[in-house]
Structure formats: C-alpha cells, structure tokens
C-alpha cells in the first residue's frame, strides 16, 4: 500500500506531479484559454463580484489561505482575509454580505473550520469549500466547492494535499481575475502555460532528493531551525517550519525574511541553520541581502534557488536549485524540498513520520 515507499509521506510527496496534475485535469483548456471549476459554476458572479474574501482553514491548510492571499490580490484584486477558523469563529467578525467565505480543509471535518463555516453562513456569506476528501462534513456544509482531487492523505504531516490546495487557489484566482479583467492577457496565458508545466518542474525536483538527504544529515541535531521568505514565499517558509516541528520535533519558527532583524536574528549562532526561500523573483535581491546577515552572525544557511543562481551559491553554505516558473507559482515548487528535508530529518531521528506523537489526521474535536 506504501508502494514501494518506506512511507506514506514519502511516498505522498513523490506523488505531487501526479496530484498536481490531477487537480489540474480538465480544469485548465491551454486551446481556449479558459479556466472552468465545475463545483462553483452555479456561484461564480458572486464569487467574482464578491466585495471581500475570507479564506477559513487551519494549519498547513491556513497556509494555503496565506499563499492565496497574494494570488487573489495580485491577479482578481480581491481584498482579502486569511484567518485561523479557531479564531474566527470566536470573534464577532465583521460579515457583509457580498463577503464570500473560502474554506480549505485536507480532511473536510476539521471541527474549528466547521464552526466558522456555520458562523459565516448564519451571518449571509456565501461560502466555498476547498476539501479533499469527496463527501466530507465540509464539503457537505458549504454553497459550493472545488475538491483537490490529490487522493488519499495517509500521512498525518500535509503535503500533497497542501500543493493541491495552492493549485485550486491559483485556478480560482486566474477564473476570478479573467472575468474582472484584471490580468493582462500575455500574464493569463503565460501563467496558464506555467501552471501546466509544473507537473514536470515538480518531478524535477524530487530528482534533488539524495542532495537534501546530504543536508538533512548535516542539521539532523539542531534544536532549532529558521525559514525565512519573502512575499509569497513566506507561507512556505511558515510551512517548511511547520512540517520540520511536527515530525521530527526539532523548533522551528517561519519568518518573513524581513521580520528577521525584528527579533529572530538573536537566535541566530554557528549552530543555527537557517533555511532561506531565494528565488529569483521581485524580492530577491532584499533576500540575498537577508541571507549576509544570517552568514555575518556565522549562521548556516540552507537556500533553495532558482535553476542557474550564482550568487547566492556564492554566500550559503548549501543550496538546492528549482526550475524558473512564474513568481506566483514558486510556492508549488519550493514546497517540496522543505517537504523533503522535514522527512528526511525526522527518518534520522528516528521519529515516526507517519504517525507523530501527539497529532491525528483529522482533528474533530476543538
Ligand atoms: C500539518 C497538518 C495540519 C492540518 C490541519 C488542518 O501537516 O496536517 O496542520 O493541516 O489540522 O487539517 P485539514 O486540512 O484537514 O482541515
């Protein structure tokens, strides 16, 4: 059932080019130049016309809230709202209508989403659902939905089914932003052409998995780690942390690569690795600049770059190379050496990454 595989997750985290396109599937038309989600066809104009968006969602699958954010923003100029459900559902949020409410969950029945969901609805949003699993309690409490279609997660940490959920938000957006016309349409198509080859970008990645094993058995005994990125790598750097804490139980925090010097730069000594997302896209040179502070405080610094970087090879102590893509489609890519690293570290600690102490796959109670 691991098919082959010594894990779920391992085996999960290689299935992203196939997740990915799977989600994909029938989705994208690169003949027509069109985006189509069948589950929310029916709501489309109010979604498209919606004042303001308020993605719900918990762990790994906030972050893919967070990485929406700069997606619907940049391509629908839609306001946005990224919110812990637990949270939420506890405050008196401000509800308009013409508000729409985006749920993400892996599981559909993680209880804290379920009880925004249920606010929201009480207050007139319409909401959406971006699930995982068909026929799931969330799926089944919203208006309308786009499932991830990524299969089965067996393994507790998130990983395929958090690239699915960025390729749903990045469709949504391009459908959002091609009706308000507020993409250009050399940006529609390229993006459409970018999206379609990340399948491939992604399988090219794996392909670096025996050099990050290399790192991962460097920094295996950290007590503490730091992920930095900027813009909208720095959900992912929030995730990288995220999936290195919960199975391999080492610390590790996500920071905007700017916030560094606003506190974590303390922390930072010979012994601290520091993973850093720099790639070349509008912020890089402000994150090359975040990685000599790391090294000037003798920081290790692992980066994941762009195919061909010179520079930042030149200054890190490690860097593992993804393919060039469109500036909102790195995060598809940089994920999966994070996910990779996190799995290989918690396999040399020893630590049951299919199963980690203390976390269950759905969690439904609060
Ligand atoms: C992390 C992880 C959790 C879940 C969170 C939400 O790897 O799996 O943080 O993302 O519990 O779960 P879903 O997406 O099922 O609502």
């Known amino acids: 059932e691991k098919g ?17 396109h799977d989600c994909m599937r029938g989705r994208i038309n690169l003949e027509d130049q069109l985006v189509s989600l069948g589950g929310i066809l029916e709501y489309k104009d109010q979604i498209v016309n919606a004042n303001r968006i308020i993605f719900v969602a918990c762990g790994t699958s906030w972050h893919a809230g967070l990485v ?63 699930c995982n699993v068909v026929g799931s309690s969330i799926s089944r409490a919203t208006h309308c939905g786009s499932y991830t279609h990524a299969g089965p997660e067996i393994g507790v940490a998130s990983t395929k089914a958090f690239t699915a ?4 938000l990045t469709l949504m957006a391009l459908m959002i932003g091609r009706e308000k016309d507020t993409i250009s349409n050399e940006r529609f198509t390229r993006l459409l052409i970018d999206l379609h080859n990340i ?94 502070e790391v090294k ?4 290790k610094v692992i980066a994941i770059v762009t195919k061909g970087d010179s520079v930042v090879s030149g200054i890190a102590d490690h860097v593992v190379e993804i393919p060039k893509t469109d500036d909102l489609l790195v995060p598809l890519i940089a994920t999966i050496p994070l996910q990779l690293l996190s799995y290989h570290i918690a396999v040399m600690r020893g630590c049951n990454v299919d199963q980690p102490r203390n976390l269950a796959k759905s969690v439904t109670v609060e």
């Open 165 to 168: 959920q960025v390729t749903v």
């Open 199 to 292: 399948p491939d970008k992604v399988e090219s990645v794996l392909k670096s998995d025996a050099k990050i094993q290399h790192i991962a058995d460097i920094y295996k005994d950290a007590p503490n780690a730091l992920y930095l990125g900027r813009g909208i790598n720095f959900p992912v750097a929030l995730e990288g942390a995220l999936k290195l804490k919960e199975i391999s139980y080492i610390h590790a925090e996500g920071y905007p690569a700017a916030e560094m010097k606003h506190g974590p730069i303390a922390l930072i000594d010979e012994e601290m690795p520091t993973v850093v997302i720099a790639t070349k896209d509008a912020s890089y040179e402000k994150v090359v600049s975040n990685i000599q």
């Open 296 to 299: 000037a405080r003798k920081g």
């Open 4 to 20: 082959g595989y010594d894990h779920f997750m391992l085996k999960e985290i290689y299935e992203q080019p196939r997740s990915i």
């Open 68 to 130: 929406g954010e700069y997606l619907f923003e940049e391509l629908a100029r839609t306001p946005v709202e990224v919110e812990y459900a637990s949270e939420f559902r506890y405050r008196n949020p401000v509800i308009n209508e013409g508000d729409v409410v985006i749920a993400i969950s892996q599981s559909g029945e993680t209880a804290d989403t379920l009880a925004a969901i249920e606010l929201a609805k009480s207050k007139g949003a319409l909401i959406v659902g971006i």
